[in-house]
């Protein structure tokens, strides 16, 4: 009899476990609070991607804008140069480069809706074959003191040099009887080696030419050329001279005369 009794209460006591055991289970309210869960992690990660992209794109747009801005402002300066080269006055250039602008480049439309709803920039991009020109900016150019030019200055004609090289007298009265005829001049900035010269015309013809190659440079002090009855016949009429570096004239044609004396 206990026996039996015994396994009534295990039987009941299988089918109250079985009763209770779909109450255990998640309820409609716990799914659905998943569901939601799983969704927001979702768009978590889609705005995160978004973002990334949308950083990586503004970053290459930057530096492209940087790009173009060192490319202008180097256009600039070659401009300048140039400019200045020719002769143009700085302050004038200046003020015409204040008045350049890049013209922005327009966007293009968004190409899908996903792409409607992500800010997007427009990256500018060469054609297919169009030649990479790089822009050279020209070397900084030193402008040339007159002081260091070669130069002659206090040019005279006289009938002799004393000591120091400089003329004894200024531009005396020459006739045919006359013995010699100097130039003389104060020379700056002569370099050793340069080829000095002296070109003698009369009534436009030369009739002579001297030339000599300095061994040391010349700097402020007097140089001097002359010819005499041995070279040509000083016929009286118009005369000139003058005095050249290498070939370049270093002065103006000096005319003078040579008269007939009483």
């Known amino acids: ?3 039996h009794v015994n396994l009534l209460a295990i039987a009941a006591s299988i089918v109250i476990i079985s009763t209770a055991l779909p109450g255990c289970g998640p309820s409609e309210d716990q799914v659905r609070a998943t569901l939601e869960q799983q969704a927001a992690h979702t768009m978590v990660s889609n705005l995160r ?6 950083r990586a794109r503004m970053q290459i747009t930057l530096d492209f804008v940087g790009t173009r801005v ?3 402002e180097q256009a600039g300066s070659f401009l300048r140069a140039n400019l200045i080269a020719l002769g143009t006055e ?4 200046d003020a015409g480069l204040g008045r350049l602008q890049l013209a922005p480049s327009p966007s293009p439309p968004p190409t899908s809706a996903t792409d409607a709803g992500v800010p997007d920039f427009a990256i500018a991009t060469a054609p297919a074959g169009a030649d990479s020109r790089p822009i050279v900016t020209p070397p900084t150019t030193v402008p040339v003191s007159p002081d260091d030019i070669p130069r002659l200055d206090e040019i005279v004609l006289a009938s002799g040099v004393g000591r120091d090289d400089c003329a004894i007298d200024i531009n005396p009265v020459f006739t045919p009887r006359s013995e010699v005829i100097y130039v003389v001049a104060r020379a700056f900035n002569i370099p050793s080696g340069a080829r000095l010269s002296s070109s003698w015309q009369r009534q436009g013809a030369e009739v002579v030419r001297h030339t000599f190659q300095t061994e040391f440079p010349i700097h402020d002090n007097c140089v001097w050329f002359f010819i005499d009855q041995s070279d040509t016949p000083f016929t009286a009429g118009n005369w000139s001279v003058d005095i050249r570096l290498d070939d370049e004239p270093l002065m103006p044609v000096l005319p003078f005369q040579v008269v007939d004396g009483t």
Do not use: R
């Open 49 to 54: 991607a978004s973002a990334t992209v949308s």
């Open 90 to 93: 700085g302050a004038y250039i």
């Open 70 to 72: 060192m490319q202008a």
């Open 1 to 3: 009899m206990s026996l």
